[in-house]
Protein backbone atom coordinates (compact mmCIF):
# COMPACT_ATOMS: atom_id res chain seq x y z
CA UNK A 1 0.00 0.00 0.00
CA UNK A 2 3.02 2.77 0.56
CA UNK A 3 3.94 2.22 -3.22
CA UNK A 4 0.51 3.75 -4.05
CA UNK A 5 1.56 6.31 -1.92
CA UNK A 6 4.10 7.30 -4.61
CA UNK A 7 3.54 8.87 -7.80
CA UNK A 8 4.43 6.79 -10.73
CA UNK A 9 6.57 9.47 -12.08
CA UNK A 10 8.53 9.46 -9.11
CA UNK A 11 8.41 5.47 -8.31
CA UNK A 12 10.29 5.44 -11.43
CA UNK A 13 13.06 8.02 -10.60
CA UNK A 14 13.37 6.28 -7.29
CA UNK A 15 14.07 3.28 -9.34
CA UNK A 16 17.06 4.76 -11.61
CA UNK A 17 18.33 6.57 -8.40
CA UNK A 18 22.03 4.71 -6.33
CA UNK A 19 20.91 4.02 -2.95
CA UNK A 20 22.99 7.18 -1.51
CA UNK A 21 21.56 9.68 -4.34
CA UNK A 22 18.74 12.16 -2.86
CA UNK A 23 15.54 13.43 -4.43
CA UNK A 24 13.38 16.39 -3.73
CA UNK A 25 9.85 15.19 -3.16
CA UNK A 26 6.44 16.64 -2.08
CA UNK A 27 4.77 14.88 1.23
CA UNK A 28 1.01 15.43 1.44
CA UNK A 29 -0.55 14.95 4.35
CA UNK A 30 -3.38 13.21 5.56
CA UNK A 31 -5.61 15.60 7.26
CA UNK A 32 -9.31 15.70 8.35
CA UNK A 33 -9.10 19.50 6.20
CA UNK A 34 -11.96 21.57 4.85
CA UNK A 35 -15.61 20.23 6.11
CA UNK A 36 -19.05 20.88 4.53
CA UNK A 37 -20.45 21.04 1.42
CA UNK A 38 -17.64 20.27 -1.41
CA UNK A 39 -17.73 23.21 -3.74
CA UNK A 40 -19.65 25.97 -1.35
CA UNK A 41 -18.75 29.37 -0.97
CA UNK A 42 -16.68 30.13 1.86
CA UNK A 43 -16.30 33.22 3.92
CA UNK A 44 -12.49 34.28 4.49
CA UNK A 45 -13.30 33.37 7.83
CA UNK A 46 -14.34 29.85 7.47
CA UNK A 47 -11.02 29.42 4.52
CA UNK A 48 -8.56 30.91 7.64
CA UNK A 49 -10.31 28.46 9.89
CA UNK A 50 -9.80 25.33 7.34
CA UNK A 51 -6.20 26.18 6.82
CA UNK A 52 -5.80 26.25 10.14
CA UNK A 53 -7.17 22.94 10.75
CA UNK A 54 -5.17 21.61 7.81
CA UNK A 55 -1.83 22.94 9.42
CA UNK A 56 -2.72 21.52 12.68
CA UNK A 57 -3.01 18.63 11.53
CA UNK A 58 -0.32 18.40 9.17
CA UNK A 59 1.82 19.86 11.92
CA UNK A 60 1.11 16.81 14.16
CA UNK A 61 2.88 14.33 11.55
CA UNK A 62 5.94 16.44 11.58
CA UNK A 63 8.02 14.85 14.47
CA UNK A 64 7.43 11.67 13.13
CA UNK A 65 8.63 12.21 9.83
CA UNK A 66 12.00 13.97 11.59
CA UNK A 67 12.40 10.86 12.72
CA UNK A 68 12.50 9.29 9.30
CA UNK A 69 14.33 12.15 7.47
CA UNK A 70 17.03 11.76 10.21
CA UNK A 71 17.56 7.89 9.79
CA UNK A 72 17.82 8.11 6.01
CA UNK A 73 19.69 11.07 5.68
CA UNK A 74 16.80 13.10 4.23
CA UNK A 75 15.53 16.62 5.25
CA UNK A 76 13.14 19.32 5.53
CA UNK A 77 12.91 21.67 2.66
CA UNK A 78 10.65 24.25 4.42
CA UNK A 79 9.97 24.83 8.28
CA UNK A 80 6.33 24.12 8.15
CA UNK A 81 3.40 22.79 6.28
CA UNK A 82 2.17 25.04 3.94
CA UNK A 83 -1.51 25.69 3.98
CA UNK A 84 -2.63 22.75 1.03
CA UNK A 85 -0.68 19.96 4.01
CA UNK A 86 2.50 19.33 2.16
CA UNK A 87 5.67 19.93 2.48
CA UNK A 88 8.80 19.75 0.56
CA UNK A 89 11.83 17.32 1.33
CA UNK A 90 15.10 15.97 0.64
CA UNK A 91 15.58 12.02 1.18
CA UNK A 92 17.40 9.22 -0.27
CA UNK A 93 15.02 6.30 -2.65
CA UNK A 94 14.90 4.65 0.97
CA UNK A 95 14.07 7.73 2.71
CA UNK A 96 11.24 8.36 0.57
CA UNK A 97 9.75 4.52 0.64
CA UNK A 98 9.81 4.82 4.46
CA UNK A 99 8.11 8.38 4.36
CA UNK A 100 5.40 6.47 2.47
CA UNK A 101 4.84 3.54 4.73
CA UNK A 102 3.40 6.29 7.28
CA UNK A 103 -0.06 6.35 8.06
CA UNK A 104 0.06 10.32 8.05
CA UNK A 105 1.45 10.47 4.67
CA UNK A 106 -1.38 10.71 2.13
CA UNK A 107 1.17 10.55 -0.94
CA UNK A 108 4.38 11.75 -2.16
CA UNK A 109 4.76 13.55 -5.69
CA UNK A 110 8.54 14.74 -7.23
CA UNK A 111 8.97 18.51 -6.00
CA UNK A 112 9.31 19.69 -10.24
CA UNK A 113 10.09 22.90 -11.72
CA UNK A 114 6.80 24.75 -13.28
CA UNK A 115 7.32 26.16 -16.60
CA UNK A 116 5.12 28.09 -18.95
CA UNK A 117 4.02 26.42 -22.32
CA UNK A 118 5.09 27.67 -25.41
Known sequence: MAESK???ELDKRLATL????KVHAILLFATTGEQGRPGARRTPGQRR??????????EQALPEI????ARFGGRRLAD?????GSLPVEATPA?????AAS???KAILEDQQISLLR
Open 95 to 99: GIRAL
Open 80 to 84: HVNAL
Open 49 to 58: NAIHRVRADA
Open 103 to 105: DRV
Open 18 to 21: SPEG
Open 6 to 8: ISR
Open 66 to 69: DRVL
